[in-house]
């Protein structure tokens, strides 16, 4: 059966007085009862203190990003070994602001998820079409060949650590979101995709998340959708009302 989880990147955003102020109202509201698996992701610098802060809570942590390399002469990166050490055990790569800012490649994203297994990490694996790919029909291509390029060399078993996290480049932050339908229709097709490289078991269990502009009043409909296992929230994430309404929309 796969998991039901919302992600909340934060991106940089929050100092560690103000994340401490959103981990404890996340501790506070977020219902015991709640049947998604809740994760954060704060900067680098406060992921120390948001892993001692959650330690005992069902809420998880997650790195924005790191780097490939295990070691070495690569100023003002943080590396695998560095993340697990403070006790974070999941990383989000690929994302569209990594992709288009800091110029990352398939290649590149392909190189951090093999390090990310190799360290034993779990992996919430971005990916999505730009505007132009979308008006020019050219979406499930560019989608397909993210996932092969940058994801599908990895082994059957290690799809057990793997998040899928669809996020049109079009809907990240500009209040446009993908309808249910549009949602719903690219994630039956990266199912479907998965399931021809790595069988209908691995299909199956892996979560596929939904990002781009999910708010408190669309995520019930966009969540109601069958191949839609959850979301990975940018702006939403930032404040615990809007985002407990996320968590608590399945
Ligand atoms: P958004 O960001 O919810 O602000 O659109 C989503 C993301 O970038 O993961």
């Given at each position: 059966m796969r998991k039901k989880i919302v992600a909340g990147n934060w991106k940089m955003n929050k100092n560690s007085e103000q994340t401490e102020i959103l981990l404890n109202e996340l501790i506070a509201q977020i219902p015991a009862s709640c049947d998604a698996k809740v994760i954060v992701a704060p900067t680098f610098v406060n992921l120390a203190s948001a892993v001692n802060h959650l330690k005992n809570t069902p809420i998880g942590v997650s790195a924005q990003n790191m780097h490939q390399a295990a070691s070495g002469a690569y100023t003002g990166e943080i590396s695998a070994d560095m993340l697990k050490n403070i006790g974070v055990n999941t990383v989000i790569l690929g994302h569209s602001e990594r992709r288009a800012i800091f110029h990352e490649t398939?290649?590149?994203i392909a190189n951090k998820?093999?390090?990310a297994l190799q360290n034993d990490m779990n992996v919430i694996f971005?990916?999505?079409?730009?505007?132009k790919d979308r008006q020019s029909q050219n979406h499930f291509n560019i989608v397909e060949n993210q996932l092969r390029d940058g994801l599908f060399h990895i082994q059957k078993k290690d799809w057990e650590k793997i998040v899928l996290a669809y996020e049109p480049v079009w809907a990240i932050g500009t209040g446009e979101t993908a309808s249910p339908e549009q949602a719903q229709e690219?994630?039956?097709f990266i199912r479907e995709t998965v399931?021809?490289?790595f069988g209908s078991d691995?299909?199956?269990d892996v979560s596929i998340?939904?990002?781009g502009s999910v708010k408190p009043d669309?995520?019930?409909?966009?969540?109601s959708k069958s191949d839609v296992d959850g979301g990975l929230i940018g702006g939403a994430a930032l404040n615990a009302k809007d985002f407990i309404a996320i968590v608590t929309a399945f």
């Open positions: 398939d290649a590149l998820v093999e390090t971005c990916f999505g079409e730009e505007l690219m994630h039956e399931r021809k490289s691995v299909a199956e998340l939904y990002g669309n995520a019930k409909e966009i969540f």
